[in-house]
């Protein structure tokens, strides 16, 4: 089981497929330690977010439109080095 410092675990979502992202969010929100802060549909809008939110842990496509997760990760971690990429 997960751990942190927090009493719940903030998490931002980035998919381009609105189906994943919303069974995800459906999944998250079950989950009493879990805080759904976000649902990204690129790499631009999760970095967006991550700088908005400040999640602790991002659930990152790596194929997506506009930024894919690659370059939208090497962004996340200059904003939060300590952020948690999946």
Request: hydrophobic letters at 45%.
């Amino acid at each position: 089981m997960l751990s942190c410092e927090r009493s719940s675990l903030r998490v931002l979502v980035a998919d381009d497929h609105e189906l994943t992202r919303l069974s995800l969010k459906l999944a998250l929100a079950s989950q009493s330690n879990i805080q759904l802060v976000g649902l990204a549909a690129n790499g631009k809008e999760a970095v967006e977010m991550v700088k908005n939110h400040h999640p602790d842990v991002i659930i990152l496509d790596l194929q997506m439109p506009v930024m894919d997760g690659w370059l939208a990760s090497s962004e996340i971690k200059q904003i939060d080095p300590e952020a948690q990429i999946i």
